[in-house]
């Protein structure tokens, strides 16, 4: 790791680089190693979540099967929520440096635009709505920014191939290509995938749908010189009857995903002679004919839309696409595994610490259990709607396609993913109700939104930039105090008499922070209280001492 | 607000002949994908959802 992160990042293909395994001394430990947590898989997930945990001061054990990043793009749209998370991680300025940001989509049925969105319509927010970004490079930064940190202890080519839970530990099996050995966990997190081991080897299963579809993914080089928007066919002409999506990657890379139905032969259509027609007819149609291309990876998947029923088992945690699966179509699988690793981060920290009891990490399941439900929802909806399940089902979706040329109010029941948003975890028992009348989308539970605000140091800045602060050993909560006056400092006098250790940001009235005041519905003394993952868990017009203790309280699931 | 299910129409007889009159010279398949833009057309209308599933319910039970 350390010569990865001396490499000139810019000439790095991040697709080929191995990574060394390296024999630990634990694995001539006479009795099993302890660690306070074991975080089982170096994809998208387990990194984001061994990165905050470091940087909350807790050491991690990172195990990965592999010695690779990922092959091919997979995972491509990252969205606004994710970077925010990453730039808590210190890594999403690359990213968005390196991808390809947009926010408008156009969806077309036959060759007929019937309806485009812009996912960002107000301005005011430091990150775009998404960008698009091969995986690789998003695991090659997140490897990169772990390297960094001395408290992750990043193990390659470590496959975990057994595990017995205890009261107070689980007893790992790890093989290795020096044979096996084994470690003991205070918690470990199931970060591996889809056909996750942990899931297996504790006999769990992740239940849910399965579509009869196949689709054709492949990343395709091009230089036709096409707009930065996401385009969606239904019944496209050069692909009659089934959908198709393009979309811009990095470095001149276009993700291509043909529909081709459930009878299509997977192994001939991932044959790159039978790719190139289909990628040359789209372009051909789309006035790019003659445009020079070359194939690179492709794959044909199927998918399934499910989740396991709980997502901790003891000292088990379930995160990402291990925990629950949704189908591409919305982006929402890879960020959401990204809100688990944010949601489980702290909360682990502070168990750890013991600053709050076991019960808390029953909060990170229920909370990302019923996050999971939404993203389920919406992937299966729209799902449905890409690939009818039925004749009637189907009569329908046409009968909205056709009516959607002429009548505004069928575009809004097009369905081709309904792109990844956090979500507003409503009804968390970490959440204190709120007593005061508040407008607007910032109710306990929701991720905290951006706005400008000028930072500590008088220079235009970000409002998620200063919810976070530095890394210590002990969890604080944030404060976000609105205004200025007799209001906001009897508010400030209220936290301070709470005695409960807060990083305090003052959004000042005025130019600077009036966005982030229309968009908290905030008023001079208006309070907010933020997790250190950056969710509402309690606001007030005037706080008391004894109402914001009990809210931090609450939020640390005591008593 | 419920869903209406007494009389209502202004004019019943002419909406009958009406309807069967938009369907003339249909094929099958046409008449149904006509039903299907029919219904999301009239949904639009009715605007809610509760009133909605009403008249779902409404329509199940006579089958």
């Known amino acids: ?559 | 607000m419920d869903l209406i299910t007494t009389p209502n129409l202004d004019a019943p007889d002419d909406f009958y002949e009406a309807l069967i009159e938009a369907h003339q010279g249909l094929s099958s398949d046409q008449s149904h994908a006509f039903n299907a833009r029919l219904v999301l057309v009239l949904a639009n209308h009715i605007g809610s959802t509760a009133v909605l599933r009403q008249a779902f319910e409404a329509a199940a039970a006579s089958r």
């Open chain 1, 1 to 559: 790791m350390q010569g990865l992160a001396s490499h000139d990042a810019a000439s790095l293909d991040y697709q080929s680089l191995r990574f060394d395994y390296k024999r630990h001394p634990d694995q001539d430990a006479a009795t099993p190693a302890h660690h306070p947590v074991v975080v089982v898989g170096a994809g998208p997930v387990g990194l984001a979540l061994a990165i905050d945990l470091a940087q909350r001061q807790v050491p991690v054990v990172l195990l990965d099967n592999d010695c690779t990043l990922s092959t091919g793009s997979r995972a491509i749209c990252f969205a606004k929520r994710t970077l925010e998370v990453f730039d808590r991680l210190g890594c999403a300025g690359r990213m968005v440096d390196k991808g390809v940001s947009w926010n408008v989509g156009r969806v077309f049925f036959g060759d007929e635009q019937v309806y485009s969105f812009d996912l960002l319509p107000e301005a005011g927010h430091e990150r775009p709505a998404f960008i698009n970004l091969q995986q690789y490079y998003v695991e090659g930064y997140l490897a990169e920014r772990a390297a960094e940190l001395p408290l992750i202890d990043l193990r390659w080519s470590n496959k975990v191939v057994g595990i017995e839970q205890g009261a107070d530990q689980a007893l790992l099996t790890i093989e290795t290509p020096e044979g096996e050995y084994r470690l003991a966990a205070g918690h470990v997190a199931a970060c591996d995938g889809s056909r996750s081991s942990l899931r297996q080897l504790l006999g769990l299963e992740a239940k849910g749908r399965v579509f009869r579809d196949r689709f054709l993914i492949a990343d395709v080089n091009m230089d036709a010189d096409l707009p930065t928007e996401r385009r969606f066919w239904f019944d496209p002409p050069f692909h009659p009857k089934q959908s198709v999506l393009l979309h811009k990657q990095a470095d001149n890379m276009w993700r291509v995903d043909f529909q081709l139905g459930w009878d299509a032969d997977p192994v001939e259509e991932r044959k790159h002679e039978n790719i190139v027609p289909r990628v040359r007819a789209l372009l051909d149609s789309i006035g790019h004919r003659g445009a020079r291309f070359d194939i690179g990876w492709a794959s044909v998947y199927t998918f399934a839309c499910q989740r396991m029923e709980r997502f901790r088992h003891g000292r088990v945690l379930f995160a990402g696409d291990s925990a629950h699966g949704v189908s591409p179509f919305g982006a929402r699988g890879a960020n959401s595994g990204v809100q688990d690793a944010d949601n489980l981060a702290w909360k682990l920290a502070a168990v750890l610490r013991g600053e709050a009891p076991d019960a808390l990490l029953d909060s990170y399941a229920s909370e990302r259990e019923y996050a999971a439900d939404e993203n389920i929802r919406n992937s299966t909806r729209a799902t449905d709607f890409i690939t009818p399940k039925s004749e009637v089902s189907r009569l329908f979706r046409d009968a909205v396609l056709e009516l959607s040329k002429r009548h505004a109010f069928a575009r809004a029941l097009v369905n081709s993913g309904r792109l990844s948003v956090p979500s507003t975890l409503r009804e968390s028992t970490l959440n204190t109700p709120d007593v005061d009348a508040f407008e607007g989308p910032m109710v306990p539970g929701a991720a905290a939104a951006d706005a400008p605000l000028a930072g500590a140091d008088g220079r235009a800045g970000w409002l998620l930039r200063e919810l976070s602060p530095p890394a210590g050993a002990a969890t604080r909560f944030t404060a976000l105090v609105f205004g200025d006056g007799a209001e906001a400092e009897r508010s400030l006098a209220a936290l301070a008499r709470a005695d409960v250790a807060l990083h305090i940001v003052r959004v000042p009235p005025g130019s600077t922070g009036e966005l982030a005041a229309r968009r908290y519905d905030a008023r001079s003394g208006t309070v907010y209280l933020l997790r250190p993952d950056q969710h509402v868990c309690a606001r007030w017009r005037a706080p008391t001492p004894e109402a914001v203790r009990a809210a931090r309280d609450r939020a640390l699931a005591k008593g």
